[in-house]
């Protein structure tokens, strides 16, 4: 079975200017966990998901130890930190979006998609054509097939 014949085709998408406001009330409203951020051409550059807003409402947390080797002060997790305040300073998509992405086309084995959900440890993924978006499939669409096919 392909991506194609499980994925969902009315994808709800925003743009990189659309505001991070604008973006609750689209999940809270159709009742979705993440939406895909796509330009002009409808090429996929980002998505934003529940978790990524939830940044907008907690505290930062600092690095968790400094250390000076040589006269240069080093922060254990001061990237991780610094994409919270990234987050957390967030006003449009742009600026909320995870920007690393992956995608499949629309004939990959839907097998594949699981095994790429399991290992990127992500809950959904948007399928491509030519590199623009035709779909999304979630991890409740996996398990959906996995419940078919145990009929």
Known sequence: MKAKDIMSADVFTVKKDTSVGEIAHLLTE??????????????????VTQRDLLYKDVEPRFPA?????????????????????RKLA???A???????VFTVEEDTEVKRVAELMVEREINR??????????????????VRNIAKMME
């Open 90 to 92: 967030a006003v449009k």
């Open 125 to 142: 993924v948007p399928v491509t054509r030519n590199g623009k978006l035709t779909g999304i499939i979630s991890r409740a669409d996996i």
């Open 65 to 85: 130890v400094a250390q000076i080797l040589g006269g240069t002060l080093f922060l254990q997790g001061a990237a991780h930190y610094n994409e919270e305040l």
């Open 30 to 47: 159709k009742n979705i966990s993440g939406v895909p951020v796509v330009d002009d051409r409808g090429a996929v550059v980002g998505m």
């Open 94 to 100: 742009e600026d909320l979006m995870t920007k690393r």
